[in-house]
């Protein structure tokens, strides 16, 4: 009897301890599920929370290209040229902040008629943006020969500015004839060029767009144009920030050009001179004096024999880069585009635009 009754606590104390085990097992598995649908819940909120932050900063982004858009056009309706003093190139910080409260809002808007036109050098209208826009050679009133030397000439100059990483005017030459190979509609190449034998003979093959670039960084296609020519390195700067795909006229505004472009605007330039020039349209007291573009005859000590081919230069633009920035609650968000100004209508275009 004794070692029944020990045997029976014994399998009752077995069923307890099971039954507990159970029991823990499933208060575990409750709490695992607990905290597990916790955590998804928070991310949950998280996310939401995120997603409404995202969508005002987007929101913000738009509210700023409009305003920017909306300087152009006063500024535009208010004078016929433009310079780096305009209001368009002035924001106060402490008025976009109490236009959205609570955002972090700034705007920059860069003149791109002040940079050099890329997709002149062969006279492509369109400011390419379609590879087949018939070539303005073909435009009536034109001098493609003259005007195609004179575009040379700009170009050999700005690369031999030594700014760059350009050797020579043996390596300036051949980056000049193949960017104008890669841009014209034939396929007969220059002399130092290259055409759609030499890309179709590479390791990686492709086409030559016989057309205008789409975008600056398509350089780096074309033969010759090194990451260290288009980007810069420790000892260059790189030829892309001084660069634009965008061009209504194919004129340079002096008024806003940087010291390599107006650099290359005439021979004897240099980078002091150009100084000069940039030192005397800053001063708010010759603000005036900016609406001709033969204004530069009239800063101090000014060369005399040094003088810019009229149909290269303007004091008028009609590209501009916008950025508006934006951050709300540790989150940043940033907007890029172009908006062209039509000089004639005074209505405007937006190229483009892209959130990041």
Wanted: aromatic share 8%; charged share 25%.
């Amino acid at each position: 009897m004794v070692g029944k009754h020990r045997a029976h606590t014994a399998l009752l104390a077995d069923d307890s301890g099971m039954a507990l085990l159970m029991t823990l097992a499933a208060i575990s598995f409750l709490v695992a599920i607990t905290v597990g649908l916790a955590v998804s819940v928070n991310w949950q909120l998280q996310a939401s929370a995120s997603l409404k932050q995202s969508v005002l900063l987007d929101e913000a982004l738009l509210s700023g290209l409009d305003l920017a858009r909306a300087v152009l056009y006063e500024d535009q309706v208010k004078e016929n040229f433009d310079t780096a003093l305009d209001s368009w190139n002035d924001w106060d910080e402490e008025k976009l902040a109490e236009l959205l409260p609570g955002s972090g809002l700034a705007i920059t808007i860069r003149d791109l008629s002040g940079l050099l036109p890329v997709n002149r050098l062969v006279f492509q209208s369109g400011q390419g943006q379609d590879r087949k826009t018939p070539p303005q050679a073909r435009q009536p009133g034109r001098n493609p020969g003259r005007e195609a030397a004179l575009q040379r000439r700009l170009w050999l100059r700005f690369l031999l500015s030594g700014k760059f990483a350009v050797a020579d005017a043996d390596e300036a030459a051949s980056l000049v004839d193949a960017l104008a190979d890669w841009l014209d509609e034939d396929d007969q190449e220059r002399d130092h060029g290259a055409e759609n034998g030499y890309y179709q003979g590479l390791k990686n093959p492709y086409a030559c767009a016989n057309g205008p670039l789409l975008y600056p960084e398509e350089l780096l296609l074309i033969k010759g144009f090194s990451r260290k020519i288009v980007y810069g390195d420790e000892e260059h700067e790189g030829i892309i920030d001084y660069l634009t795909i965008y061009s209504h006229d194919g004129k340079i505004n002096i008024n806003t050009a940087p010291v390599p472009v107006l650099q290359a605007l005439a021979p004897n330039m240099t980078s002091e001179l150009a100084g000069e020039l940039i030192s005397f349209r800053e001063e708010k007291k010759n603000r005036d004096l900016l609406q001709n573009p033969a204004w530069y005859r009239q800063v101090p000590d000014f060369p005399g024999d040094i003088t810019f081919e009229s149909s290269l230069v303007t004091t008028r633009s009609s590209f501009f880069q916008v950025q508006v920035n934006a951050q709300q609650a540790g989150l940043r968000r940033t907007g890029t585009g172009v908006v062209y100004r039509d000089p004639a209508t005074r209505q405007q275009e937006l190229k483009s635009w892209q959130i990041e």
